[in-house]
């Protein structure tokens, strides 16, 4: 279950890194790490650089984010 005192935001691609990670860089310039969810890893997987993503962050840790789902541009 997520945080509810998280948020959600958008970014890009930059960066395809190992086990599910992704580098996004966020509309502000700030560079995150993305990482994938089990249930939601079969939808994700075509995931490649340049691609708008939907991130969830919580409060505690804001370098690191959950993938929600890829946008359609």
Do not use: W
Request: hydrophobic fraction near 40%.
């Amino acid at each position: 279950m997520r945080d509810p005192d998280g948020f959600e935001e958008y970014g890009t691609v930059l960066e395809l890194l190992e086990k599910d990670r992704f580098l996004v860089e966020m509309p502000n310039g700030h560079r995150v790490y993305g990482v994938i969810q089990k249930k939601t890893k079969i939808e994700l997987s075509g995931l490649k650089t340049g691609d708008k993503v939907a991130i969830f962050f919580s409060p505690a840790d804001m370098a690191r984010g959950i993938i929600l789902r890829k946008l359609e541009c």
